[in-house]
């Protein structure tokens, strides 16, 4: 089946043109990919438009929602789950505090920290954002057998754990 070259290609046949020493295709997998992640945040971002919600912000709801039956998460925990540095943690924790969808409260084992919780509010936002984010996710998907899906999905998890 003939594939209809796409603007990766073009990149590639014009590196090829100008180096012809180097192998450029590594950048097909790895260019396609960046373009897709830029694609998918930019349909995850408007999904949840409608929650008021960002990525980031929707990211550390999600997070707690996740963790709610723990009874909340301390900020280092919240960071080392969404990636987040300490300082960028507390700018986004204000703001989801100001919007009253979590609360602060004092961490029982210790008494110098604090647990982030969600509120009413802030767990009925994330319940309604989690299933536009699964739907928006689930139109993300190109047509793909069962198969594929499972195929594509380990040669990712694979990649990924490059990193770790």
Known sequence: MA?????????????????PDLDP???????????????????VELALKP????LGQFDILATLRRHEPLGGMNPTMLCANVMLSTGGMTNRLDRLEEAGWIARKSDPTDRRGVVVILTTRGRHTINAATATRFAEA??????????????????????LASFA
């Open 3 to 19: 594939r209809e070259p796409d603007s990766i290609d073009s990149m590639m046949d014009d590196w090829l043109a100008v180096r």
């Open 25 to 43: 295709s590594p950048l097909g997998l790895v260019g396609r990919v960046i373009v897709l992640a830029r694609h998918l945040e930019r349909s």
């Open 51 to 54: 929650h008021g919600l960002t």
């Open 138 to 159: 689930d139109a993300s998907l190109p047509e793909l057998s069962d198969n594929e899906r499972e195929k594509l999905t380990d040669y990712l998890r694979r990649w």
